[in-house]
């Protein structure tokens, strides 16, 4: 059984580009949930995906989007980067929708924007 | 609307000594409770959790919490601590039904010292 996966490790961008970052969940697992983790901080919520829709959102702008695919897999996009956005981007795959479900986290995306 | 606070940000303690990681939350509904913890360049991995029944719940690694709904808590414990403990905790909170957003605490890290 594979685990959770994201791509890439870590990268730069600019202020002001546009990220894609990828996830790939566990098998089996059909929702999705992304979070960004400022340094020293708990993981905040950005947005959950259950059978390729939007289940739920966070408190974060409409430049960040996401998509979920048939498979599963997943895609975090952020427009317009600011330097703010630098984080650890975490991905984390269930189940099911439902709070009650183990979350299983990726080992993340480092975001740095300069 | 719900929030979690974790009481000490830092938390130093020597090898072998218990310890007791504190987590209060706040919502205005019924809720779910989990202890992650993170270790250095990883993701987040679930400790234990609170959904219904017996308040005292305990992780496979020794780690147990207790689910105080009169004092709105959920303090993690260890009797004696490894140094392979030494991560970051998160207390997280999620409201009953419908989808899963939790909150997440701004975590505590342990350092066990031999």
């Known amino acids: 059984e594979t685990g959770v996966t994201q791509s890439p490790t870590h990268l730069i961008k600019t202020r002001g580009q546009q990220v894609t970052l990828r996830c790939s969940s566990q098998?089996?697992?059909?929702?999705v949930s992304w979070y960004q983790q400022a340094l020293g901080q708990g993981p905040q919520f950005i947005f959950q995906y259950y059978r390729e829709e939007e289940n739920g959102r966070g408190n974060f702008p409409p430049r960040f989007s996401g998509l979920q695919f048939p498979n599963y897999s997943s895609e975090l996009n952020v427009n317009a980067l600011e330097l703010d956005d630098s984080a650890l981007y975490l991905c984390a795959s269930s189940l099911g929708q439902v709070a009650s479900y183990e979350q299983y986290f990726g080992p993340g995306t480092r975001l740095t924007v300069t | 609307a719900q929030s979690v606070t974790q009481l000490d940000s830092q938390v130093p303690v020597f090898e072998e000594a218990p310890v007791e990681l504190r987590c209060n939350y706040s919502?205005?509904?019924?809720?779910?409770l989990f202890w992650y913890v993170q270790y250095p360049n990883q993701g987040l991995q679930l400790l234990l959790k609170y959904l219904s029944g017996s308040t005292l719940v305990e992780s496979i690694n020794g780690f147990e919490a207790e689910f105080n709904k009169s004092q709105t808590s959920f303090h993690l414990r260890k009797p004696s601590v490894h140094i392979s403990d030494t991560a970051e905790y998160f207390c997280a909170v999620s409201g009953r039904g419908g989808s899963y957003i939790p909150t997440f605490g701004r975590g505590t890290s342990l350092i066990v010292h031999p």
């Open positions: 098998s089996g697992h059909n929702t």
């Open positions: 919502s205005s509904v019924s809720v779910y």
